[in-house]
T-cell receptor
Framework: AQSVAQPEDQVNVAEGNPLTVKCTYSVSGNPYLFWYVQYPNRGLQFLLKYITGDNLVKGSYGFEAEFNKSQTSFHLKKPSALVSDSALYFC??????????????FGGGTRLMVKP | KAGVTQTPRYLIKTRGQQVTLSCSPISGHRSVSWYQQTPGQGLQFLFEYFSETQRNKGNFPGRFSGRQFSNSRSEMNVSTLELGDSALYLCASMVSGRLNNEQFFGPGTRLTVL
């Protein structure tokens, strides 16, 4: 069975500084990895995905993520944080084995707080 | 293109009652998945429907059920509600196929069980 861990419940960063939100995963086969963001009273919004290819994936709103197979990690990054980036971030993995359908397994979420 | 819509957005029920939540996927999307989000358990997969058939099911009791209609709209039903069923229920749709991997989420239905 697949699993996702987000070791930090909250990450605090000053506006303009780089940010990293950590994610590690465990899957039996090739990982299909995703990052989603959730703003208060809203659903999840897709940021980026890793399926195959380049280990550095670029996504929406200036976010990027680095896939590291040896460390089984998929950390979310942004060079310069904005106050408006403050939200709840979820890492997820999709099981690509047969009969798994499109089920996503999510990490526990990391709250990002960007202070002016 | 309109996004995933869910109705109602908020719902208050009492223990023992049943509830039906509705989800309309993005036009052309045939896969609909449901997730439960709670502060304690996080985001958990309930089930997925594709072409009116349940393709996968999470680890939830039989009180949780769903269905999908020929127009891809989906409903989920929870019978004999318990206090622990209070949660945000999220619906997600996608164009099925191994090359189309993003799920698009609706705003959710906030269910409160009293």
């Amino acid at each position: 069975a697949q699993s996702v861990a987000q070791p930090e419940d909250q990450v605090n960063v000053a506006e303009g500084n780089p940010l990293t939100v950590k994610c590690t995963y465990s899957v039996s086969g090739n990982p299909y990895l995703f990052w989603y963001v959730q703003y208060p009273n809203r659903g999840l919004q897709f940021l980026l995905k890793y399926i195959t290819g380049d280990n550095l994936v670029k996504g929406s709103y200036g976010f990027e993520a680095e896939f590291n197979k040896s460390q089984t990690s998929f950390h979310l990054k942004k060079p310069s944080a904005l106050v408006s980036d403050s939200a709840l971030y979820f890492c997820a993995v999709r099981d690509m084995t047969a009969n798994a359908g499109n089920m996503l397994t999510f990490g526990g979420g990391t709250r990002l707080m960007v202070k002016p | 293109k309109a996004g995933v819509t869910q109705t109602p957005r908020y719902l208050i029920k009492t223990r023992g009652q049943q509830v039906t939540l509705s989800c309309s996927p993005i036009s052309g999307h045939r896969s609909v998945s449901w997730y439960q989000q709670t502060p304690g358990q996080g985001l958990q997969f309930l089930f997925e429907y594709f072409s009116e058939t349940q393709r996968n099911k999470g680890n939830f009791p039989g009180r949780f059920s769903g269905r999908q209609f020929s127009n891809s709209r989906s409903e989920m039903n929870v019978s004999t509600l318990e206090l622990g069923d209070s949660a945000l229920y999220l619906c997600a749709s996608m164009v099925s196929g191994r090359l189309n991997n993003e799920q698009f989420f609706g705003p959710g239905t906030r269910l409160t069980v009293l």
